[in-house]
């Protein structure tokens, strides 16, 4: 270790080793990985097809959830494709330029989600508060803007941590305990001060995931001040349903984030392979429910779901 740090070798190639302690296992942890990832790729694009095709889908909320489908495709395809590699081929070997740009895509995805939940509580608080200026508020023009800015956030705020890691020496260890490539995992075994990275971490954590949790909540408090305002229980009932899709979708995408950090930070006598699967469920069951959890609570979408598969089957019956 010392002549690699009086010498200043840098690794340029590391080893995922997926999930350690539990290699012999990793053929057995690879299907759920696998049928997670086939129904998010697969209800995300349904999701996603239905809503730009179908001109009665074309409301500020379904525009909005095209969105998020988009973010969990992508959330999906930045981590589960390496996993898999790793249980089923043994591909563990990552370039260092591959692994940044991992990191780099799945923080600013992650990000991009966070946005896109903040706005749908906007929206919703906008349907409930101003019922008959919801259309002339959020115009196409309007969400089309809102998208961008989500875009520039989350990509603009993660893109300095590309030259912070690009600055390291990588001269300790060249194997990550992980799956994927995560930036203080990858920042820790490098030999440099990284006192900068721990720092800018936290910074792009306060300013757009603990921010959009705050505005979520003020939101939602909102929308219960007006919904309890509202003097029919039908009325009050039918408010507070259009809420329940958005308030699953954030629980099962704050929920175990905010769990596994809580583990990391104070659960050091917990197993190593423990830390790494919490890690990946927060990318592997969001983008897995979320299109579930629409369907079954949206009617406009499952009565097209069930008119696209009725469809289908007729024609397969007449051929």
Known sequence: MTALNHTG????VFRLLGIPGLED?????????????????LGNSLLIF???????????MYLFLSMLAGADVVLSMCTVPQALAIFWFHAEEISLNRCIAQVFFLTSTFMSESGILLVMAFDR???????????????????????????????????PVIFLLKRLTFCKSNTIPNTTCKHIVLAKISCNDIRVNIWYGFFVLMS?????????????????????????????????????????VIILFYGPGIFSVLTQRFGRHIALHIHVLLANVYT???????PIIYGIKTKQIRDLVVCCFQSRNDFNNRN
């Open 284 to 290: 592997l069951i969001p983008p897995m429910l979320n």
């Open 9 to 12: 070798v840098s690794h340029t």
């Open 125 to 159: 608080y906008i349907a409930i508060c101003y019922p008959l200026r919801y259309t002339a508020i959020l115009t196409h023009v309007l969400i089309g803007k809102i998208g961008a800015i989500i875009f520039l956030r989350s990509y603009g705020t993660v893109f």
């Open 50 to 60: 239905i809503i730009l095709t179908k001109r009665s889908l074309h409301e500020p």
């Open 208 to 248: 757009t995931l603990v921010l959009d949790v705050v505005l979520i909540f003020v939101s939602y408090m909102l929308i219960l001040r007006a919904v309890f305002h509202i003097p029919s229980r039908d009325a009050r009932h039918k408010a507070l349903n259009t809420c329940g899709s958005h308030i699953c």
């Open 25 to 41: 296992q990793h053929m057995w942890i690879s299907i759920p990985f696998f049928i997670s990832y086939a129904i998010a790729l």
